[in-house]
């Protein structure tokens, strides 16, 4: 089963930035969706960002747009969530799920309508707070 371990979080202050890792175990995640979901306190896993198994097109929620940046790096077998200009309603645990054959978009829309299906690892934990 695809493994991850989510890295990076931390307490930041409006307006900072944060630089999450996904990194797999056992694994690589060249050929596989892989995207970046977030729980808040208090309310249910949504969908920030997701990158294509075919190529590297992206999806982001409307939310993040412009202030967020999802990439992989194929060489540390790795993929990145580059956080900008955070806000303090990003506050969230970050997770990182992983799946072989979508877009960007349908593995955004799929993971939260299915999360029961997927891995969820530890995640990490952002707090954006002054």
């Known amino acids: 089963q695809e493994q991850f371990v989510e890295s990076g979080g931390g307490l930041v202050q409006p307006g900072g930035s944060l630089r999450l890792s996904c990194a797999a175990s056992?694994?690589?995640?060249?050929?596989?969706?892989v995207g970046w979901f977030r729980q808040a306190p208090g309310k249910g896993r949504e969908e920030v960002s997701c990158i294509s198994s075919y190529d590297d097109t992206t999806y982001y929620t409307d939310s993040v747009k412009g202030r967020f940046i999802i990439f992989r790096d194929d060489a540390t077998n790795t993929v990145f969530l580059q956080m900008n200009n955070l806000k303090p309603e990003d506050t969230a645990t970050y997770y990182c799920?992983?799946?072989?054959?979508?877009?960007?978009?349908?593995?955004?829309?799929?993971?939260?309508?299915?999360?029961?299906?997927?891995?969820w690892g530890q995640g990490t934990p952002v707090t954006v707070s002054s």
């Open positions: 799920v992983a799946d072989q054959g979508f877009y960007a978009a349908n593995l955004c829309t799929v993971v939260p309508a299915r999360p029961a299906i997927y891995f």
């Open positions: 056992g694994f690589t995640l060249n050929g596989y969706a």
